[in-house]
């Protein structure tokens, strides 16, 4: 019996289409009740794509997945999967602690030590907070003064969760490009003057200073996810007038676009960590170098649709349509 909570936007919809196809026995529960425990007990797995964009889904998933897993239930994400899921920080520790190919970065936790690092480092950088998707909270740092700017505040007020400035600036760029409609353009507009709900829950950002490496000359990144011995990937091209590519909506899907040494490193990297799926996004340095920028264990569910294959361990490519969400779900079973 496998146990799924279901939620809009994740994989809890192709996880049960797939137990109805294939006799799988599932119930649908709610996570977020009382005695979920009691409720997933007696299950062998119970699968949660939970969300970080859902501030009871930070309170709770990754506590009650791992308790689960104490008892020896099989679950989605797992601890390795997920345990530093949505915080770069945690990322940073663990890439640099297996050696893997991330980009310099650098964190404080003492404004005296951010600020010497300030007045020596070169320029530019780029700021982050811990949390956040679609390259939300990711600032380019050109100057001195922009960077201690930043720092006074990370070890001051703190920032918020979501910039609805920031937000509103970004929607506009992306209706220019024809990726946002005029309705989705309003709509943020609104979001400068009522912030989102997760805003209003969740905490400042503060007491801590996260900056990595700026790396130039990138008009793209390439994001590679890798599930158990598959692996499939797209590129996405950095936004117009920006450095970011993540959340830009201008997507790639050939293969001979994607570096398949990229493929090879996730590979390995994953080797290392011993997840069950995992996303990594790539940008490449002046000697064409691959390197890490962050990962995540969840992606955007049809985003991948239209990727013309996937490659396996040995790094052949395989063409046709696929359904990550089962191959997930399969691997549990297996």
Same mark, same amino acid.
């Given at each position: 019996?496998?146990?799924?909570? %279901?939620?809009?936007?994740?994989?809890?919809?192709?996880?049960?289409?797939?137990?109805?196809?294939?006799?799988?026995?599932?119930?649908?529960?709610?996570?977020?009740?009382?005695?979920?425990?009691?409720?997933?007990?007696?299950?062998?797995?119970?699968?949660?794509? %939970?969300?970080?964009?859902?501030?009871?889904?930070?309170?709770?998933?990754?506590?009650? +997945?791992?308790? +689960?897993?104490?008892?020896?239930?099989?679950?989605?994400?797992?601890?390795?999967?997920?345990?530093?899921?949505?915080?770069?920080?945690?990322?940073?520790?663990?890439?640099?602690?297996?050696?893997?190919?991330?980009?310099?970065?650098?964190?404080?936790?003492?404004?005296?030590?951010?600020?010497?690092?300030?007045?020596?480092?070169?320029?530019?950088?780029?700021?982050? +907070?811990?949390?956040?998707?679609?390259?939300?909270?990711?600032?380019?740092?050109?100057?001195?003064?922009?960077?201690?700017?930043?720092?006074?505040?990370?070890?001051?007020?703190?920032?918020?969760?979501?910039? *609805?400035?920031?937000?509103? +600036?970004?929607?506009? #760029?992306?209706? #220019?490009?024809?990726?946002?409609?005029?309705?989705?353009?309003?709509?943020?507009?609104?979001?400068?003057?009522?912030?989102?709900?997760?805003?209003?829950?969740?905490?400042?950002?503060?007491?801590?200073?996260?900056?990595?490496?700026?790396?130039?000359?990138?008009?793209?990144?390439?994001?590679?996810?890798?599930?158990?011995?598959?692996?499939? *990937?797209?590129?996405?091209?950095?936004?117009?007038?920006?450095?970011?590519?993540?959340?830009?909506?201008?997507?790639?899907?050939?293969?001979?676009?994607?570096?398949?040494?990229?493929?090879?490193?996730?590979?390995?990297?994953?080797?290392?960590?011993?997840?069950?799926?995992?996303?990594?996004?790539?940008?490449?340095?002046?000697?064409?170098?691959?390197?890490?920028?962050?990962?995540?264990?969840?992606?955007?569910?049809?985003?991948?649709?239209?990727?013309?294959?996937?490659?396996?361990?040995?790094?052949?490519?395989?063409?046709?349509?696929?359904?990550?969400?089962?191959?997930?779900?399969?691997?549990?079973?297996?």
């Amino acid at each position: 019996m496998i146990a799924i909570h %279901h939620s809009s936007n994740s994989f809890s919809k192709r996880w049960i289409k797939y137990c109805e196809l294939n006799n799988v026995d599932y119930k649908v529960v709610n996570a977020y009740d009382s005695d979920i425990i009691q409720q997933v007990i007696d299950c062998d797995a119970f699968l949660w794509h %939970h969300n970080h964009g859902l501030f009871k889904d930070t309170l709770c998933a990754k506590q009650i +997945l791992f308790a +689960l897993e104490h008892a020896g239930i099989k679950v989605f994400p797992d601890f390795n999967t997920a345990w530093h899921f949505d915080d770069k920080v945690a990322q940073k520790y663990l890439l640099e602690a297996i050696d893997a190919p991330l980009v310099r970065s650098y964190v404080f936790y003492d404004k005296k030590e951010a600020l010497d690092w300030a007045l020596k480092t070169t320029y530019p950088k780029v700021f982050k +907070l811990k949390g956040g998707a679609g390259a939300a909270n990711v600032k380019l740092v050109r100057t001195k003064s922009e960077c201690i700017k930043l720092i006074n505040k990370a070890f001051g007020k703190g920032f918020k969760q979501f910039d *609805g400035k920031a937000y509103f +600036l970004d929607t506009i #760029k992306k209706h #220019k490009s024809g990726i946002k409609s005029l309705k989705q353009v309003t709509k943020a507009f609104g979001r400068m003057l009522i912030s989102t709900k997760y805003a209003k829950q969740a905490p400042t950002e503060s007491g801590y200073a996260y900056f990595q490496e700026f790396i130039p000359n990138n008009d793209s990144d390439v994001r590679i996810i890798i599930i158990k011995d598959k692996a499939f *990937g797209l590129k996405r091209m950095v936004r117009k007038g920006d450095f970011r590519a993540s959340g830009s909506g201008s997507i790639i899907y050939s293969k001979d676009e994607i570096d398949t040494n990229c493929v090879k490193i996730a590979f390995q990297v994953n080797k290392k960590l011993k997840t069950q799926c995992l996303a990594f996004d790539f940008v490449f340095d002046k000697n064409k170098k691959s390197l890490i920028v962050e990962i995540s264990f969840g992606f955007a569910v049809a985003a991948y649709d239209n990727c013309e294959g996937y490659w396996t361990k040995d790094l052949n490519f395989h063409e046709g349509q696929f359904n990550p969400q089962s191959w997930i779900i399969e691997s549990l079973i297996n």
